[in-house]
């Protein structure tokens, strides 16, 4: 996919960590720097999910709500300004609302329940559709979740 021009992550018009490749795309999410560092570790906490079965990864709500949000999530660089304003935003968001997000983030297809795991969260379609070249090389995967999302995507 090197050269793509697809998106790597949502974003505004405002400068943050996650953004879109192509101008088009700038507007497609409304999320702050917070909640989208949120996203961010969210998404990586599932795709590196070492029991994932055939490429499907998931991670329960107790585990997202409070997993570590010290360190950036993926290839970032952590020095970055824009990268620790970011994580500092995402420490800041409450449990309430880091539910409240993980509703919205169903909502608007970056997640979805995991249909055999009550209480579990899945990579959306729109991750999928919209992150595939992020989802695949901003992450350590694991090699059979790696290989079987090269399959489809």
């Not at 192509?22 to 702050?32: E, G, I």
């Not at 997202?64 to 990268?83: E, F, I, K």
Request: charged residues 20%.
């Amino acid at each position: 996919m090197a050269g793509s021009q697809r998106s790597t992550w949502p974003t505004t018009s405002a400068p943050c960590c996650m953004q879109f490749a192509d101008d088009p795309s700038k507007t497609a999410t409304h999320y702050k720097d917070g909640p989208k560092e949120y996203l961010r570790h969210v998404l990586q906490a599932i795709a590196c999910d070492p029991d994932a079965t055939d490429g499907v990864g998931s991670a329960s709500s107790l585990v997202l709500l409070n997993m570590d949000l010290s360190r950036p999530a993926g290839n970032q660089d952590p020095d970055a300004q824009t990268v620790q304003a970011a994580l500092a935003a995402a420490r800041k968001l409450t449990k309430s609302e880091k539910e409240a997000m993980l509703r919205q983030f169903v909502t608007d297809g970056w997640l979805r329940h995991h249909p055999g795991l009550s209480g579990h969260y899945c990579i959306g379609v729109r991750s999928f559709v919209e992150l595939s070249e992020m989802l695949l090389d901003s992450f350590e995967l694991p090699d059979a979740t790696k290989e079987a999302w090269q399959n489809i995507l």
